[in-house]
């Protein structure tokens, strides 16, 4: 049980290293955060992440094909493969002003608590354990992966989980991500397709052309037609006309516009119901435009690019993973809550591998420039506690 291990000796000697080791867990989230990490572009963080995890001490400690940094700790039995991830990337371009800046206990910075903070938190997890003594009879494998934010559609845990040298081989996955909300347990997985759509057309001057169909025209109809598209509440599905662009000058019918959007779902089923009601309402957009005006010199045409592709699922919430978290929250002072999200766990938990998400604790303004985390002291090590005795537990902790 979670409590057992909580209250092990051996664990209050852990947390006591991770108290000592405060400062240094803070100097290294700033010197990783001010490491530009935008996603496709990780290499250079990733590289200053392994050598980290090679100074830790971890065995087989590797980049793999897709950039995904990770090293192994080895357990005592012939258990399972646990893994506890916390990914490279974020959402900010390169260029970027990614200096920290320290007021009181806060830190701000671009991508410091999605998801910098928590890589430095697996570090000092790493290193409280070696300082205790723990042992578990799983291994357990340290992952800095890529490919988690926007575009990166979690291909680095994809390729983790399919490709890569421990594929077939992990039994449980934990994510340490930005705040969620302490006791928040992300266990299902909210599906996303993702397109660029791009309407094509003769093209021509605006007024002496004045009458032939229009690539614009197809793009608004599409867009109006998604806007009235009707979807639940539960199980909780979205969509999003989210950037549009093309044409060439304010005095010409465009020869080429493009939309993309995103559409999501907490359902398989429910994803592939509006995609395959999207994908009508485009074609009759299409459709409706060669109708209204002339195709004397061509006709608009749709041409469909995926750009997103990520699962929905869940895992039973009565699962052991589900429960040592839940148990750990519960013993923390948290009010444990099962929700789905986009994480990295989405990827093990399409599989039909336990797989979660965990908060690494307080901050706020995810994804914008004024991102910041907390880092009091007690309060740090408090909550700190959620991701690392769930990984404890999971990974079987000899007490």
């Known amino acids: 049980m979670v409590e057992t291990v909580m209250k092990s000796a051996a664990y209050g000697e852990a947390l006591r290293h991770l108290a000592a080791g405060h400062e240094r867990f803070v100097e290294e989230t700033i010197r990783l955060t001010e490491i530009p990490a935008p996603f496709f572009c990780e290499e250079e963080r ?3 992440y392994l050598e980290m995890l090679r100074e830790a001490g971890l065995e087989e400690c590797e980049m793999d094909a897709e950039g995904n940094v990770m090293g192994l700790r080895r357990g005592t039995g012939n258990g399972s493969l646990i893994v506890l991830a916390a990914h490279l990337d974020t959402v900010f371009p390169p260029g970027t002003d990614l200096k920290v800046r320290r007021e009181g206990t ?4 671009p991508g410091i608590g999605d998801d910098t903070r928590s890589l430095a938190m697996n570090l000092a997890f790493l290193r409280a354990m070696d300082a205790a003594g723990i042992r578990t009879r799983h291994d357990i494998l340290f992952v800095g992966n890529v490919g988690e934010e ?4 979690l291909r680095g845990i994809r390729f983790l989980f399919t490709k890569g040298r421990y ?8 994510s340490v991500e930005g705040p969620m909300g302490m006791g928040t347990i992300v266990s299902g997985a909210t599906g996303s ?4 759509v791009t309407f094509r057309g003769p093209g021509g ?3 002496m052309d004045f009458g032939l169909v229009s690539p614009s025209f197809a793009l608004a109809e599409a867009i109006a037609g998604l806007s009235r598209m009707e979807v639940p509440r539960e199980p909780r599905t979205t969509f999003s006309a989210s950037v549009i662009g093309g044409g060439t000058s304010v005095n010409s019918i465009p020869n080429e516009v493009w939309l993309e959007v995103d559409l999501r779902s907490d359902s398989a089923q429910e994803l592939a119901r509006i995609d395959h009601a999207f994908k009508g309402i485009v074609a009759r957009a299409v459709e409706a435009e060669n109708a209204a005006r002339s195709t004397a010199k061509g006709a608009v045409t749709a041409e469909w690019k995926k750009i997103g592709d990520r699962p929905a699922g869940a895992i039973d919430r009565a699962s052991e993973l589900v429960a040592n978290a839940a148990a750990a929250a519960r013993a923390l002072g948290f009010t444990p809550k099962t929700v789905a999200s986009s994480t990295d766990a989405s990827i093990p938990i399409s599989l ?5 998400a965990l908060s690494a604790g307080a901050g706020a303004g995810a994804h914008s420039l004024d991102e910041w985390v907390d880092v009091e002291p007690e309060r740090t090590l408090h909550d700190m506690q959620l991701a690392f005795a769930t990984l404890l537990q999971t990974a079987g902790m000899e007490v």
Do not use: C, E, T, V
Request: overall charge positive; charged content about 20%; hydrophobic content about 40%.
């Open 46 to 48: 990733g590289r200053a």
């Open 193 to 196: 397709l993702r397109y660029r």
């Open 106 to 109: 806060r830190l701000y910075a």
């Open 167 to 174: 594929a077939g081989r992990i039994g449980a996955f934990i």
């Open 205 to 207: 001057h605006s007024f």
């Open 352 to 356: 039909g591998i336990p797989g979660i």
């Open 150 to 153: 926007g575009l990166g559609d």
